[in-house]
């Protein structure tokens, strides 16, 4: 999957602080929030999601608004709907 999308999303705007979507635990609410907060209103959000949920489960940080334990949860959630439909 191409990312040329990253350059038109709200955390690459000058003056965003990359670190917001690095919170260092995911107990940082109010960091999640604000950094979801951005997510939300960004013109990419699909297609960041669409990325992180296809990378690695390795993959840290807040993608497409959502946490790593979000992510991993919806991969999850995703291999079993799929292992019902076979």
């Known amino acids: 999957m191409s990312t040329t999308w990253m350059a038109r999303a709200r955390c690459a705007e000058d003056g965003v602080d990359a670190e917001l979507f690095f919170p260092r635990t995911e107990a940082n609410l109010g960091q999640i929030a604000e950094a979801r907060e951005m997510c939300l209103s960004c013109p990419v ?4 999601r669409e990325w992180a949920l296809a ?4 993959l840290a940080g807040i993608w497409g608004g959502l946490t790593h334990s979000e992510r991993t949860r919806r991969r999850r959630q995703e291999a079993r709907t799929t292992a ?3």
């Open 84 to 86: 019902q439909a076979a």
């Open 45 to 48: 959000l699909a297609l960041c």
């Open 55 to 58: 990378e690695p489960p390795s």
